[in-house]
């Protein structure tokens, strides 16, 4: 079943605020990617971490993978109502190859 | 977007009616998905294919089964729908390296009355 848990469920910010979505595994994890889905729409691929205590940039979005792969975060610097959606963490299972596991998601809501 | 499309993109239909749904890629990935996706469980694997003729069970396969007699094809059927399967199904491709990318499809909402 799913090894990661994601948290908060729900985010509603005032546009301008920042904002922050994490997973959290027991294990340690080969990688972690991370997706967005915007309401009505399909996941799609933002970036993937494999480094321990690796950190990627895209623009105002700020990614990093947890020195002991264990953990993920996803920071929103002044978060604009294009950001509105879903964000989803997702990582390879371990005894097949390309099974993915995705988190449960947090659904942000950016309040203009 | 990747080349996939979802037929039908929306279904009604009734409980013990089988059910077929259709997905299609123009990109020649190896690997091919089915997920559904349901209010406070995010994506979960159906089952997943790594070739032609060649599938395996993903974490909620009771009440699915699957097909692949093309690169280009993946179908999901469910052989007598109940309510439990209304959902939103999603297929994705990838080309196949582990923890390659997920491509997505635009998805199918599926209500069995």
């Known amino acids: 079943g799913q090894q990661v848990m994601q948290i908060p469920q729900y985010q509603h910010v005032q546009e301008g605020e920042d904002f922050t979505t994490y997973c959290n595994s027991s294990?340690?994890?080969?990688?972690i990617q991370w997706y967005k889905q915007r309401p009505g729409g399909h996941p799609v691929f933002l970036i993937q971490?494999?480094?321990?205590?690796e950190v990627k940039k895209q623009k105002r979005l700020t990614f990093q993978f947890g020195e002991a792969k264990k953990n993920s975060s996803l920071h929103i610097t002044a978060t604009q109502t294009t950001d509105v959606g879903t964000y989803f963490c997702a990582h390879p299972g371990w005894n097949t190859g390309n099974q993915f596991y995705f988190g449960t998601g947090t659904s942000l809501t950016v309040i203009p | 977007d990747a080349g996939i499309t979802q037929s039908p993109r929306h279904k009604v239909t009734e409980t013990g009616t089988p059910v077929t749904l259709r997905c299609h890629q123009t990109e020649n990935h190896r690997y091919m998905y089915w997920y559904r996706q349901d209010p406070g469980h995010g994506l979960r694997l159906i089952h997943y294919s790594y070739g032609v003729k060649d599938t395996d069970k993903g974490e909620v396969s009771d009440g699915y089964s699957v097909s692949r007699s093309k690169t280009e094809d993946f179908l999901l059927t469910l052989e007598s729908a109940t309510s439990s399967q209304t959902s939103v199904y999603f297929c994705?491709?990838?080309?196949?390296?582990?923890?390659?990318?997920?491509?997505f499809g635009p998805g199918t909402r599926l209500l069995v009355l």
């Open positions: 971490l494999v480094k321990s205590g």
């Open positions: 994705a491709i990838s080309e196949g390296r582990q923890g390659e990318t997920q491509y």
């Open positions: 294990t340690t994890l080969s990688n």
